[in-house]
Structure formats: structure tokens, C-alpha cells
């Protein structure tokens, strides 16, 4: 790269990345003109845009820089439909992916149109003629490298790794929303076990007195803390308690995942549309060879002097023409090889790095909700999870079921972190005297739980 680029680039590079936002949905308009406008926000001013607006920009950006090769951010896909407040939050997400990824490009973030957009009153025009010129140093990083000589193959190979990465991003955002539905139906169900449970603990408190009775001595024991309608109220308590991580995992799904997802979807989308474009330019790159030589093989035997000047101006044009469609089909696929896709490889990474660690975090946070909502359930119970554990799992395991899963950390021989129970002697020997199948001996010594013996 020339000196001035690279000097430009790590003075850019050193800038802190500036700090967005979207929020604060707005409907206007009444009827068929009903639309809504986002607030476009930084720390110290905000603007406010309707997703149309959003459009023209992207527009804009695509026709002076996607036309040099030059991947664009991607946009929410656009519905005609309004929705509930889900849907505005999941438009914010993705237009909050799109601004950020503008603004973290060194060329999109000093362009005229962003720079306008960021201002209160500027009216957003797409530019078409003339066709704007790209960002400056986006051509000086350009002209710095030098077109590999496998450019074509390397294109090729992009069209049909995008489609392929497509169509698993495709798949993967029809399973997470079909875990989003999973969890919306447990959330249902968990409501309705908790208000059974309530239903059932009032029942037997009000109504149920025979079967409740404790003597004297069992009340002076503190007995009554393990009644019926104290047990199921805990009950209650500790599906209650779970309710909250089962009823916002759905919307952390939507927002933290699926698009994400859909923003990785469309950039596919996006690549392999300019990775096939390169075969538009070879056709253009055709089409003007073939017109100059259908020029210079044209008779001008029988031509006047004033014909044979304008059909040799005509070839001239003819001539810059060709030299400039494949100086831009050159440009283009240079562009493409040696700045957009290392750009690419390395934002999607991180991309996917990040979308990976939400999903984590969403699946730690409802689990630690379900694990302490249980372990507040065995506190109040006075009993230890470990050892219902173990005896659960061993009435499964005297039907040849698997035993219950152990929570990280959890041994039934002390140990920690390995979460793997080993059954001494005395268990085993517990779980043989049980087994349906008295005709099978168990394997001597301890068992390790999930190894074949």
C-alpha cells in the first residue's frame, strides 16, 4: 500500500470506535401512510430515521462502494406488515448491527452520506447520476495491490462457499426459532404446573383434614414444615421462581441469535450477489469486444471520407471502452480478493465468536435460574439434592433408564468439577436388590456413570 494510505489507515484505526444505538420506536402517520421512525443515537445527539431511510443509505454506500468491490453492511429485511413490540426490537437490533458495522469501516464511516446521516435535518438522497466516486483511499488501497492470478477461481469458490454457508445459517435460524417456541410452551406450562401446585396446596390447607393430621408430638417436632400443602406451595414456589428465565430467553433468542443469524445470512446473500457479478462484467467485457471487432472488420471500402472519420472515432470510443471495462472488471475482482474478503473473514469470525458467547450466556442464565430455584426448593425442603439425585436415579436405573443428570461440580464420591457420579458398592448393591431383572448381575465394584460395561 502507498505511504499516505497506510499512514491514513492507522491514524483511522487508532480512533475510538464511536458508540451507537437504536431506540424509542415511534409510529406516525395515520392509515396506509402509517410508519415508524427509530432514534438513531450517540452518547451526546440523536436523529431520527424511518427504516426507509436506512434504505437510501445502504443505496447509496452500495452504488459508490459495493461497485468497487467493496462488501456493504446488510439491513433487517423489510416487512410492509406492523407488528408488536417484539418485531420493533428485533428492526432495532438489526439496524444497531448495521450502523455498527458502517461505522467500524474506516471508508463507510468518513463517507459524505453516513457523516449526513448522523445529522439532524439532512434529507437522505440516493446518488445514481452521476455515479458517486467511492471514499479516496478506498481506490488508493485498491490500486496498491495486485490481482491474483487465480482471481477468477478464487470468485468462483466464494459464489459457492456463501451459498453453502446460507443455506446452514438458513437452517440453524429455523432451530433456534423452533427452541424459541419450545421455550414459550414450557414457559405456558411451567405457569400452569405452578398454579396447579397453588391450586392443589389451598385445596389441602382449606379442605383435606383427616389426611393432614400430625399428633402432638409430630407438631412439637416441627413436622408441620413438611406437610402436604407446605411441600406443594414450595412447589409452586420453585417453579414460580423459574418463570422469569423461561419468559425472556425467547426475546434474548430473538434478539442475541437469530439476528445475528439473519445479519450473517444476508451478508452471504450480499457476497455471492458481487461474487456473481463478476461474471456481468466479463459478459460487458464480451459484448465491447465483440462490438470493436465487429467495428474493425466493418468495409470501409465504399465509405466517404467524413464516414470513415466518424467510424474511426467510434472505434477509438470503441477502444476506451474495452480498456476501461476490463480495468473495472480488473479493479473489481482485485478489490474483492485482496481487501474485502481477508475484511470479511476476520469480522465474521468475530461475528460468530460473539453470537456463540450470547447463546452460552442465554443457556448459563436459565440454567443458573433453574439450578437455584431448585437448590432454594431442597434448602426449604431440608433435604440434599445429591441424595435425591441418587435416589431417583436409581429407581431409573432398576428399569434400565438412564440416571439423572448431576448439575457440574456435583460427585457422588466427594470429588468436584468433573460432574461424574460414581456408585460405591453399597449403592449398587441398592439398585441390584430393585432391578426387574434379578437375573442379570451387576458388574463388580463401582460403576461410572455413561461408560458401557
Known amino acids: 500500500m502507498s505511504e499516505d494510505h497506510v499512514s491514513w489507515l492507522a491514524s483511522q484505526i487508532s480512533i475510538s470506535p464511536v458508540t451507537l444505538w437504536v431506540d424509542s420506536p415511534e409510529e406516525q402517520g395515520s392509515g396506509f401512510s402509517k410508519y415508524v421512525t427509530y432514534s438513531l443515537c450517540q452518547p451526546n445527539k440523536s436523529v431520527r430515521h424511518r427504516y426507509s431511510d436506512f434504505e437510501k443509505l445502504q443505496a447509496t454506500l452500495r452504488l459508490r462502494y459495493q461497485t468497487y468491490g467493496i462488501l456493504v453492511p446488510s439491513l433487517p429485511k423489510k416487512t410492509v406488515v406492523m407488528k408488536g413490540a417484539s418485531f420493533h426490537f428485533q ?7 448495521f450502523c ?3 461505522a467500524a469501516s474506516p471508508y463507510l464511516r468518513n463517507d459524505p452520506a453516513w457523516l449526513d446521516f448522523l445529522e439532524e435535518g439532512k434529507a437522505v438522497v440516493v446518488e445514481k447520476n452521476p455515479m458517486p466516486e ?18 477468477n477461481e478464487m470468485i468462483a469458490k466464494f459464489k459457492a462457499e456463501s451459498t453453502k454457508c446460507d443455506q446452514q445459517i438458513t437452517a440453524m435460524i429455523s432451530k433456534t426459532k423452533a427452541l424459541i417456541a419450545s421455550y414459550n410452551s414450557l414457559a405456558s406450562s411451567t405457569t400452569e404446573l405452578a398454579a396447579a401446585s397453588v391450586s392443589f396446596s ?43 428465565s423461561y419468559t425472556t430467553a425467547p426475546d434474548a433468542l430473538n434478539l442475541l441469535l ?3 443469524l439473519e445479519y450473517e445470512s444476508s451478508q452471504m446473500l450480499d457476497f455471492h450477489s458481487m461474487s456473481k457479478h463478476v461474471e456481468k462484467l466479463a459478459g460487458d467485457n464480451d459484448r465491447n469486444e465483440k462490438n470493436l471487432n465487429s467495428l474493425r472488420n466493418k468495409n470501409t471500402a465504399k465509405m466517404t471520407e467524413d464516414k470513415i472519420q466518424k467510424h474511426n472515432e467510434a472505434i477509438d470510443a470503441a477502444e476506451k471502452l474495452l480498456e476501461s471495462s476490463k480495468a473495472h472488471c480488473d479493479r473489481y475482482i482485485r478489490a474483492m480478493c485482496t481487501l474485502t474478503l481477508p475484511e470479511l473473514i476476520t469480522a465474521r469470525r468475530e461475528r460468530v465468536k460473539t453470537l456463540a ?6 443457556v448459563k442464565s436459565v440454567s443458573a435460574s433453574v439450578l437455584s430455584s431448585a437448590d432454594n426448593f431442597f434448602v426449604a425442603m431440608g433435604s440434599s439434592g445429591e441424595s435425591a439425585i441418587n435416589s431417583g436415579s436409581i429407581v431409573l436405573e432398576a428399569l434400565s433408564l438412564p440416571p439423572l443428570p448431576e448439575p457440574a461440580g456435583v460427585s457422588g464420591d466427594g470429588g468436584g468439577g468433573a460432574g461424574v457420579r460414581v456408585k460405591s458398592n453399597s449403592v449398587q448393591a441398592e439398585r441390584t436388590s430393585s432391578h426387574v431383572n434379578t437375573d442379570v448381575p451387576p458388574p463388580p465394584g463401582g460403576v461410572i456413570e455413561g461408560q458401557e460395561v
Open 202 to 244: 389451598e385445596t389441602e390447607t382449606n379442605e383435606i383434614d383427616t389426611l393432614n393430621a400430625m399428633s402432638p408430638q409430630e407438631l412439637a417436632d416441627g413436622a408441620a414444615a413438611s406437610s402436604v400443602p407446605n411441600v406443594l406451595a414450595r412447589i409452586s414456589s420453585m417453579f414460580s421462581s423459574q418463570l422469569s
Open 258 to 260: 437469530v439476528e445475528s
Open 357 to 362: 458467547l450470547h447463546l452460552g450466556a442465554v
Open 134 to 151: 467511492p471514499h479516496p483511499m478506498w481506490m488508493k488501497a485498491v490500486e496498491s495491490q495486485e490481482t491474483p492470478p487465480n482471481g
Open 100 to 102: 455498527e458495522r458502517v
Open 91 to 97: 428492526r432495532m437490533r438489526g439496524l444497531q448491527l
